[in-house]
C-alpha cells in the first residue's frame, strides 16, 4: 500500500523559513525520482523541485535559489527547506514522484498548507 504524507506547513512571514517534510511508504516512492509540488487558490499544481535517487536535484526558476530539496530512502523521507518565502509561495505544497505514475492512478497525500503573510 502506497501512502504519502506532507507536514511542516504554517504560517511564516516573508523573509522567513520553513522545513516540509514527506514521509512516504512504498517501494515505488524510493525508486523513483521525488518531487515537490504547490498548489495555489485558483491556479494549476506546479512542480517546484525535484531529486534522483542518486541526488540530482532541479528546480523551477520560481524557487531556485531559496528552496533546496533533499532525501533519505533509508528514512523513507523527502523535505524542502524554504528560504527567503515570499507571499506567493503561499499555497499548499504536495510531495510525489516525478514524473506522475499511471500506476499511482492519481494519488495524492493531504498536502501541508503554507501561508507566508505579515
Known amino acids: 500500500q502506497v501512502q504519502l504524507g506532507e507536514s511542516g506547513g504554517g504560517l511564516v512571514q516573508p523573509g522567513g523559513s520553513l522545513r516540509l517534510s514527506c514521509a512516504h511508504s512504498?517501494?515505488?516512492?524510493?525508486?523513483?525520482?521525488m518531487a515537490w509540488y504547490r498548489q495555489a487558490p485558483g491556479k494549476e499544481r506546479e512542480l517546484l523541485a525535484t531529486?534522483?535517487?542518486?541526488?540530482?536535484?532541479s528546480y523551477s526558476d520560481s524557487v531556485k535559489g531559496r528552496f533546496t530539496i533533499s532525501r533519505e530512502n533509508d528514512m523513507s523521507m523527502v523535505w524542502l527547506q524554504m528560504n527567503r518565502l515570499k507571499a506567493e509561495d503561499s499555497a499548499v505544497y504536495y510531495c510525489?514522484?516525478?514524473?506522475?505514475?499511471?500506476?499511482?492512478?492519481?494519488?495524492w497525500g493531504p498536502g501541508t498548507r503554507v501561508t507566508v503573510s505579515s
Open positions: 510525489n514522484t516525478d514524473p506522475l505514475l499511471d500506476l499511482l492512478e492519481g494519488y
Open positions: 512504498g517501494s515505488i516512492f524510493s525508486i523513483n525520482d
Open positions: 531529486i534522483s535517487n542518486g541526488g540530482r536535484t
